[in-house]
């Protein structure tokens, strides 16, 4: 249910940054799942196959990349990355920490192919 | 001619939503509103927690809420009188999302309230992931449910601010150890505070409704409220 309202909002917003950029079939899709978004990649993935049908994105693919987190401790104010579900800094095991990264997900950049050639095609 | 391009955006697919939500935030901050929305998973006492909390307050203070669930107005009509309440029906969506609570609060009549109150969808997953422009983020654990649930919903805990034990008249009949429960909350988020209620009969309502007045007195003060990352 909340990968399919994320993938229509994914649709949405793609099909605004395609008329940004003067139109066009999207070819590929690249984006990143924190390991803390919430979002399993594997029934993101699905409900994109579903999603897509009719809209402009119809021939593309989404190829999606987990990231882990990027935290930073308050303690030794060092910066970590972690690819567990561990609250707590590496290097002092401070557990005051605020995550930078890896708690959403972020669409990085897609591919727009010409709208010519399937205009062309009866 | 256009040929094939590649085009780099690196956007969080929520931000414009989130930003929407923000704005709610400090628009319900400047007329003195304190946000709470309250996570848990179906039947851990949300809606009888809402109502004595109400109840407490109202001597001194103004509420409203805004109840979110699948189906049905059950919610509302329970709520109804000890505060005002307006029902969100999702059909069908497992949590709420910003543009709800703007609709919700417009049919509300927009009022000067001291706390609005945001009943979540019964569900300990993907409320987490949505800002509702609250400026408290409170779950409730009923010890019904098990006390090793933290850990299993590292983000629910993560990003609230305060953990809510309920049904803790329960505690000599289920095998539920507060310590445990609260340490393992304090493992994924060690800012939250926690609290023990129950609702029939009565207890742990003054130091829970204490607890929500002190943050509305924080936000009062220009203290940043909002969800924890």
Redesign the interface.
């Known amino acids: 249910?909340?990968e399919a309202?994320?993938v229509k909002?994914?649709l949405k917003?793609l099909s605004e940054?395609v008329a940004q950029?003067?139109g066009?079939h999207v070819?590929e899709i690249r984006?990143e799942v924190g390991l803390?978004?919430?979002?399993e990649p594997l029934l993101f993935h699905e409900a994109f196959q579903r999603e897509r049908i009719g809209t402009l994105a119809a021939d593309a693919e989404l190829v999606i990349t987990p990231v882990g987190l990027t935290c930073h401790c308050q303690g030794c104010q060092l910066d970590f990355v972690t690819d567990k579900?561990e609250?707590?800094c590496p290097t002092c095991g401070a557990?005051?920490i605020?995550?930078l990264v890896g708690?959403?997900?972020?669409?990085?950049?897609?591919?727009?192919?010409?709208a010519?050639e399937a205009e062309l095609t009866p | 001619m256009m040929t094939t391009r590649v085009i780099s955006v690196r956007r969080d697919l929520q931000a414009a939503v989130h930003g929407q939500a923000e704005e709610f935030r400090c628009q319900l901050a400047a007329q003195g509103t304190l946000v709470v929305n309250v996570l848990s998973s179906p039947g851990s006492g949300k809606t009888s927690l809402l109502a004595a909390t109400a109840d407490y307050l109202r001597a001194n203070y103004r509420c409203a809420v805004l109840v979110g669930d699948i189906a049905t107005d059950r919610d509302a009509q329970r709520l109804a009188p000890h505060l005002p309440a307006v029902q969100l029906t999702t059909g069908g969506a497992c949590h709420l999302e910003y543009p709800l609570i703007e609709q919700g609060w417009r049919a509300l009549g927009s009022p000067q309230v001291d706390f609005l109150f945001l009943e979540n969808i019964g569900n300990l997953v993907c409320p987490a992931s949505h800002d509702l422009g609250e400026h408290l983020r409170v779950l409730l654990l009923s010890t019904t449910e098990g006390d090793d649930k933290p850990a299993k919903y590292p983000k629910a805990f993560r990003t609230s601010h305060a953990l809510v034990i309920s049904k803790a008249d329960l505690l000599p009949h289920v095998p539920f150890d507060v310590d445990r429960a609260i340490a393992d909350a304090r493992s994924i988020q060690p800012d939250l505070a926690c609290f023990s209620t129950s609702t029939f009969p009565a207890s742990g309502i003054k130091e829970w409704c204490d607890y929500l007045v002190s943050k509305r007195l924080q936000m009062l003060a220009g203290e940043p409220c909002r969800p924890n990352r």
């Open positions: 249910m909340h309202s994320l909002s994914l917003q940054l950029h003067g066009g070819r984006v803390l978004a919430g979002i579900l609250f707590s557990k005051q605020k995550i708690d959403t997900v972020i669409l990085q950049s897609f591919t727009l192919a010409p010519v």
